[in-house]
Every structure is written in C-alpha cells, then in structure tokens.
C-alpha cells in the first residue's frame, strides 16, 4: 500500500516465516535444559512447565495482538468497502461475512504459524528421558496446541473488542479522530511488552509458583491454568526413576510446590475460560452493531485549526520556519506525523525498542520503584539518548514512506527549487515535533534524580545530541521526505546483530562521558564546545554535498532479482 513495486504476500511470507523461526529458536532453547540434566525429573519438569507455559501465553497474546493492531483498519467494514462494494448488488450480510471470513483467515494463518511448531517440539522434548506413553506425549501435545492457540485468540479478539467498543461508545466521527492515537499507542504498548517478555515472563512465573506474587489479574496464567487442566494428571502417572538422597528431597519439593498450586491453576483456568468468553462475546456483539450497515464516507472539509494548533503555527513561523521552502518542509513534515499511520508507526517501533533497552538496563543497574539513582548514573543518562536515538532513527526510515501514494503526483509536477532547504524544514519538524516533548517528559525524572542544574544540562545536551544525530541520520539524502515511492529493502546482510551491539556500546559510551563531563564546569564546556564543533563539521559536509545542483529523486529503484549475501566481505 505505500510502494507501488511493494509485494504484499511478499510481506505476509516474510512476517510469517519470522514467527516461524522464531517460536523454532525459543523451542530448541527451552528444550536444552531437558536434555541436559543428569536425572528426569517429572515433578521439576511439571513445576518448569508451568514457567515455559507463562512464556508461551505471553507471547502468543502480545504477538496475535500485535497483528490485530497492525489489520487496525481493516478489521471491520471502511468507507472504502461502501464506495467499492456498495454500489454492487450485494447484501451487507454477504459482506460482513465475507470480511468476517478473511479476517478468521489471516488470524488462524498467523495463529497457527505461531503454536504448531513449538506445540510439537517442546512437549516431545520434555518427556522424552522420562518413558511416557505415546497417549501422553499427544496429550501434553494438544493441551499447549489448545492453551497457546486459545492465548493467541484472546489477543486478537482483545484489540478487535476494544476497537470495536470505542467505535460503538465513541460513534464514527470521533473514533476517527483518535483512532490513529489509538492504534501508535498500543503499538508502542505492544512492542515493548515483546521485547520485555523473556526477561520478565520466568521470573513473574516464578514469584507465581513460589507465592510472593499473588493475582488473578496475570493474563497469561489464564491459559497456564488451561494447560494444567488438560495435561496435570500426567506428570503424577510418569514413572519414578531411582535418584540420590540430595536430588530426591528436591525433587519431593518440587512436587509439593507444584501439587499445592494446582487447585489454584483450575481457578484461573476456569475465570480466564469465562472473561475469555465474555470478551469474545462482547466483541461479537459491537462487531455486529457497528457493522449493522456499511458505514458512510467521511465528508471532504477544509481542515480546521484550533486555538493551540494555531498558536503552534504562528510560533513556528516566526522562530523556526521564517524561509518559504524551509516553511513548507516543516508544516508538511508535521502534518504527516499526526496524520499519517505508516509513518507514525515507523517511528513508534523504534521507540518501543529503546523504551525495552532502557526498562533492562535500569533493573540491570539495581534501579527498581524506590527511584534512588544514585548508584547507576550511566544508566540514568543513557536513557534520554536512548529515546533520542531511536526517535531519529524511526523517522530516518520514516522519510522514506510516502504520506499519500496516491498524492505523489503533486511533487513530480512541483519540486522544490532548494531541496537542502526543504529538507531543513523537514529536519526541523522532526526536532519539534518529537524530540523536544520527549525531553520535557523525560525532565522531571531528570529533576528529581540529578537537580534542577544538572537536569537543564543533561536537558539542553539531549537537544544538542538530537541535532547532531538528525543532520547525520540525512547527511546526503537526495529525495523528497513523505513524497518518494517506497521500496523495501531486501539485502540480506549479517551485520543487524553487530550494528545494535556497537549502537549499545555508543549511547553508553556516550553516557558515560556525560558523566563525567557534567561532574565538573570544565567538563561541561568542553562537552558542549564538542557536541556543537560535531554538529558545525557535519553541517558544513552536508552544504559541500549540495554544492552542485541536482535533480530531485523521487523514486527508490527496486533491489535486482538476485542478492549478494557479502559473507566473504
């Protein structure tokens, strides 16, 4: 939808065969301990099981809801589905159906991609030194096949129901308009929660199992609770091997740790089992009343500026935008980031990536709820530039997406005369427009750890560090932003892993120097005299660049038919 020489089963293949090796890698890792250990065990492998099956519902809940999100618009009935199938002569029953179908389709697809494989490798795994019968493998088979097939469902139909519960609340006019605010956060929500997973997921499980954590309110233990129902009786009927006194008593802990919370596995279960139908019915529910009929197209209407949008604009043409071209890059740029969601979601992804980083690093360093920084600065530090960072590396890629293909035209009729400037006015944006209320949220936190004095420094640095990573991130960039055709880059290369492990290091070496820079006046201006000779140097490189005219590329040339894989570069 955003390239015309895009592929969108291309995409689909792609996105499908990552959650495929995916669930393979986390499947074999979990299966290792398994083959490893020097005695079977069935009453630990029972008790762990309950920690892989946490993980397992996790995952399967943020992943199915995460392409809930990504099918936002089109999960029910568009206008484009009344000026396209609305004329024809067809019932709308017919058309809810079928919608109704496709999406049942893509869900079981993505559903099904994501449990089969570790549905079959892991249960095998686990049993396999402790002599089951073959009707006990299939059973511990087909009880993870249905609770991760279940977790997976709930996602999907969690973010269908609350779509479809603020459309029925909100009525079309005003769903519209924070629907896309809507569907940025809970992908920033959603990827955070990914990522944050395997760190979290065995230790939560654990505080679970050993009672210092005790909730119905852990989603996925709904679905833990399921596969115990299906499967616990197994491990009471595999058979005993002989084992050492030492290993024996561990093991008989193990089994009263795990006896002990089965009751309480049935009761989650049972109340998961029942919101889950509540939900799914509440969902069908406002499903079916906002889809009673093909809803109307939205009415063309000049847009509207309100009081603070129009204070906002006229501070921005006096202090940041004064030149023409320089103005109409910026007004653009920040037009496309509130309005359009391919380019806000390229930017959220990244954030939600740095917003994980940070949440690891600061537990890494010891720094929990009682906000006492004093013993990890470094980490403290790094998470502005964390965020700062990943803020211009969304919108480096978000340049590159088309805020409109269909509006493209415009600008192969009418290219600015000074694309440096142009581009300035984009650049500018994005340091508004993102950057900056990123810093002001950030600075109370700043406040209450480092000072007021230290806290406008670390302030005033971030902006400085945003400025130098923007002119850097579009150092030669010769296309229009929001306005070139989009191409999917398709190089397969091994160096992604690399590239972030020195991306790491750098923020936190960088960190690192703040600190001790900002530990001394001295220090603090020679920091600052750097940052800006840096971001002095990179600009004048980038007029040396420009200093010939040259048309304007408004188009991404395809990647060739074969790929060079460099392994031997």
Known sequence: MISPDADRVQVLSQAGAAILTGGLFVSILLSLPYLSTPYPLPSE??????????????????????????????????????????????????????KVSALLMIGAGFAAALNVLPAVIHPVVALSRLRPSVLQVLTLVAAHLVSTTAAATFGFVAVLGLRELLHAVLGTAAFRRISMAVRAGLVVMLVTTLLLIPAMSFKVATLWLLGALKTNLLVPMWFVGLHDMMSGHIWSQLPRPDLPPRVAASERTFDLIYQSHRPLLHELGLAGGAIFLIILLGSAAAYWWNNRRLPVPPI???????????????????????????????????????????????????????????????????????LDFSSAPVALLAVQLLFVSALVLGFRHSVRVPGDLRARWIFH????????????????????????????????????????????????????????????????????????????????TTYGGIYAFLFLIGVYTVAGLEQLA??????????????????????????????????????????PPTLRLGLME
């Open 45 to 98: 492998t029972a008790a762990n099981m309950v920690r892989v099956q946490f993980l397992y519902a996790a995952w399967s809940i943020t992943v199915m809801a995460l392409v809930a999100v990504s099918l936002w618009d089109a999960l029910a009935l568009d206008s484009r589905d009344t000026q396209i199938l609305g004329p024809l002569p067809l019932k709308r029953g017919v058309i809810v159906r079928a």
């Open 413 to 492: 009729l009418i290219r600015p005369a000074n694309q440096a400037q142009y581009l300035s006015g984009a650049k500018r944006a994005a340091v508004v427009k993102l950057i900056v209320p990123v810093l002001v949220a950030l600075l109370p936190l700043h406040v209450l750890a480092l000072g007021w004095q230290t806290a406008i420094l670390h302030f005033t640095f971030g902006l400085l560090s945003a400025l130098v990573l923007s002119e850097v991130s579009l150092l030669g960039y010769r296309r229009l932003p929001f306005a070139s055709s989009y191409v999917p880059t398709m190089d397969v």
């Open 518 to 559: 900002l530990s001394s006046t001295r220090g603090t201006v020679v920091l600052f005299v750097v940052t800006g000779t840096i971001l002095v140097i990179i600009r004048g490189m980038d007029v040396w660049q420009r200093r010939d005219s040259v048309e304007v590329e408004l188009d991404e040339l395809a990647d």
């Open 300 to 370: 063309s209407r000049a847009a509207e500026r309100g009081a603070v949008g129009a204070v906002f604009d006229s501070i921005a043409q006096q202090l940041v935008a004064r030149r023409p071209l320089v103005r109409a890059g910026f007004f653009f740029t920040t037009r496309v980031l509130a309005r359009s969601v391919q380019n806000r979601l390229s930017i959220g992804i990244p954030l939600a990536v740095a917003i994980a980083v940070a949440t690891v690093s600061l537990r890494l360093a010891g720094i929990g709820s009682t």
